[in-house]
C-alpha cells in the first residue's frame, strides 16, 4: 500500500507546530497560513520517477508527499496531469519557441479550484468532517460543491451576488447549499467564519486551512516532470489568494529536498488585473503584506481578492525567485482571450488570459526574453463564462430566404 510522508503541520510564519491528525485552520499563536510538513528523506527512498509513470494519471500519484494517509479517503475525480501546450503561434510573435500553456480549464469542473478542493475535501474526510464552509469567487465553490458531493459532505458555498452565472449554477446542481453575498469574497468569507462554529463546518477559504496548497502544489510537481527536472525559466499565474503560486513555490522546494531537481528555479510572476491588485501594489511599495485593495473590479472574477492571508508568502516567493508582479487592464484581458482561442485553439478564462497579456508586456519591457521557457497558466475554461463572449452580432439565416447564398461569406 502507498504510504504518506506527512508528518505534522507548521506555521510558515511563527514555525509552531501541530498535528496532522486533527482538525486546524490557521495557526492559533499568530493567525498565519500552516503548511504540512513530510519526511521528504524516507518519500525520496521508496518513491521512484519510474513509479509515478505505473499510476493512474492524476494528482494523486503524488501519494507519498500528498497529505492523506489512507488511500481509501482520497476523493477524486480525476483531477491534474492537464497538458503543458506550446503555444507556438502566440510565442511567434515575439520569436519565442518556448512559450507554453499549462491548460488546467481541464479539469474537473473546468477550473484548477478541483486539485485544492480534492485535497482538502479528501483530508476533511479522513479527519471526520461531515460539512464544509467556503467563500469563493466562483470555481472553488463549483469545485468544493463537487468533491463534496462526491464524498457525501454537506456543503455551504457563499459568493458574490454578481459571479459569473455557472458558477452559482454548478453548486446547486451538486446539492450544496449556495448564498448569494451582496458583496465581495471577504465580505462572504467574514459570513463563514461567523456562521461555523454553530453550524459545525469546517471552513476551508483560500490558504485557511493547511490542504487545498497541497493540491495546488501538484502543478508544480508536474511541471517539473513535463520540463523532465529541468524549471522552466518563468511561470506566469493569474493571483487571487494566490494558493497556486505558493503550492508550486513549496513543491520546487519539496522536490529539491528530495534530490529531484537543482536549486534553479523560474521567475514566479504574479498577474493581478489593474482593478484589483493588492499584490501588485505591495510589490511595488517593497512591502511584504498588502493592505485590502479598495472597490475591487475586474471581468477576471478569479482575481477580484482584494486581501490575501498569504500575501507575505507570495511576495518571499516573488524576492526569492527574482519574479515580479504586474497588473493588467480588463481591456487587455478581452483581447488577450480572444487571441487564446483564435491562435491556439484554447478557451481560456479571463484570468488565465490575463497571463498572455502579461507575457507581451513583460517581453516589450525587457523583463523576459524570447529565449525564457515561460509558462502562462489557462487556470479554467471560458466555458464558465459563458456571458462574456458576445455573439448579438451572429448572423441568422431564413432556409428560405432567395438572398441566403448571398449573406454567407
Ligand atoms: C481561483 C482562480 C484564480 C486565482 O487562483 P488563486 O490560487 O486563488 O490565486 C485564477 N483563475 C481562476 C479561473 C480561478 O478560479
Known sequence: MMKSFITHLECTYCGETYSCDEIHNTCKKCGKVLYARYDLAGAAKVLSKADLLRRPGNMWRWFEIMPVKNPANVVTLGEGYTPLLPALRLGKRFGSSRLFIKEEGLNPTGSFKARGMSAAVSKAKELGVTAIGAPSAGNAASALSAYGARAGMKIAVFMPTDAPEMMKREGHMYGADVYLVKGLINDAGAIVRAASPSRGWFDVSTLKEPYRQEGKKTMGLELAEQFNWELPDAILYPTGGGTGIVGMWKAFDELERMGWIGSKRPKMIVVQAEGCSPIVKAWREGKRHAELFPNA??????????????????????????????????????????????????????????????????????????????????????????????????????????????KIN
Open 297 to 406: 473590479s475586474t471581468i477576471a472574477a478569479g482575481l477580484r481578492v482584494p486581501i490575501a492571508i498569504g500575501d507575505y508568502l507570495m511576495i518571499d516567493a516573488l524576492s526569492r525567485s527574482n519574479g515580479t508582479a504586474i497588473s493588467v487592464t480588463d481591456a487587455e484581458i478581452r483581447e488577450a482571450m480572444g487571441e487564446v482561442a483564435r491562435e491556439e485553439g484554447v478557451f481560456s478564462s479571463p484570468e488565465g488570459a490575463a497571463t498572455w497579456a502579461a507575457y507581451k508586456r513583460l517581453i516589450a519591457d525587457k523583463f523576459l526574453s524570447p529565449d525564457d521557457s515561460a509558462v502562462l497558466f489557462n487556470c479554467g475554461s471560458l466555458l464558465k463564462n459563458a456571458e462574456l463572449i458576445d455573439i448579438s452580432g451572429l448572423p441568422v439565416l431564413d432556409p428560405k430566404d432567395p438572398e441566403l447564398l448571398t
